[in-house]
């Protein structure tokens, strides 16, 4: 399986129509409720709701097959606006210049470097 032949979605619908991109999509959403991502609450007067859209990713292996499908459920941050509500949606992401640090402290230390995917999921 390459990229050619992988039909990656644009809008909802048409990943509902494919197998494992719905599968994918269950398993994102699972994720979120178990991990407690959100509590639906009465929008404040005054307020605007972030909106959020799906985006689909197939991921390769470095030698370039195919491993598996991907779908994120993220929130369109474009819809807020700065000092108002700007703040108040959270995605901890690291930084490049973090990254690159800690690759060269594991060159020059001698450390292996292992990529690795960890599922979400809550501790019991």
Request: hydrophobic share 40%; with cysteine; aromatic share 12%.
């Amino acid at each position: 399986m390459n990229l050619k032949t992988i039909i990656i979605p644009t809008i909802v619908k048409e990943a509902l129509s494919h197998n494992e991109w719905s599968h994918v999509m269950d398993e994102e959403i699972d994720a979120l409720e178990k991990n407690c991502t959100w509590d639906l609450v009465p929008l404040p007067s005054g307020k605007k709701v972030v909106g959020c859209k799906w985006v689909y990713t197939p991921k390769y292996k470095v030698d370039g097959t195919f491993e598996r499908y991907k779908a994120r459920l993220v929130a369109i941050g474009y819809s807020q606006s700065y000092r108002i509500d700007y703040f108040e949606t959270f995605a901890p992401v690291a930084m490049l210049n973090t990254i690159q640090i800690l690759i060269a402290l594991a060159v020059n230390l001698g450390w292996e470097i292992h990529q690795f995917h960890v599922k979400k999921c809550i501790s019991s």
